[in-house]
Each structure stands twice: as C-alpha cells, then as structure tokens.
Nanobody, 114 residues
C-alpha cells in the first residue's frame, strides 16, 4: 500500500511563487512515476507534471517555463516549484504515484489572486 501526503499550498498574488511537497510512504520504487495533477472548480483533473527516478520530467504546456518538478528518492518526496503564478493556476493540486495503479494525495489548495 502507498500513502501520499501533499502540502505547501496557499494564497499568493499573481507573479508569486509556491513550492508544493509530496511525501510518499509504503512500497515506493524510484522507477515509478510521481507527479502532480490539478483540478479547478467545474473542470476535469489535468496533468501538471510527472517525473521518474532518472530525472526525466514531463510538463503540461500551460506550465512549461514556470513550474519545475523534482524528486528526492532518498526521502520518497516529490516537489513542484511554481513560479510566475497566474490566477488561472488556482486549483487543488494532487500528488500522484503510479505503479500498476495510481495513488493520490489528499490535495492542497493553491489560490492565486490577481
């Protein structure tokens, strides 16, 4: 079983920065993908970024150049550094871990004011 605890959300003005963290416990393997989705009110959950152990990362087009995902395999933790935040980035951000199924964190609210 895998448990994920994500944190770091909050309220920030447009142009500001936040850093999200997700600590995983249980049967974690560094070769499996970890990352972040987000869900805004009235919208479907969408992929933000994912990363595997070698550091290979994939980003949604709407965050390229602004967000950076990183992973500390020794701590089973994944981070999302979010810079140049925009009001449209407002959403609940969910950490995920994927092996033969997908596990989710509880979500952390990010609110960007204009």
């Amino acid at each position: 079983q895998v448990q994920l605890v994500d944190s770091g959300g909050g309220l920030v003005q447009a142009g500001g920065s936040l850093r999200l963290s997700c600590a995983a416990s249980g049967s974690i393997f560094s070769d499996n993908t970890m990352g972040w989705y987000r869900q805004a009110p009235g919208k479907q959950r969408e992929l933000v970024a994912g990363i595997i152990s070698g550091g290979s990362a994939k980003y949604a087009d709407f965050v390229k150049g602004r967000f950076t995902i990183s992973r500390d395999n020794a701590k089973n933790t994944v981070y999302l550094q979010m810079n140049s935040l925009k009001p449209e980035d407002t959403a609940v951000y969910y950490c995920f871990y994927r092996d033969n199924r997908q596990y989710w964190g509880q979500g952390t609210q990010v609110t960007v004011s204009s």
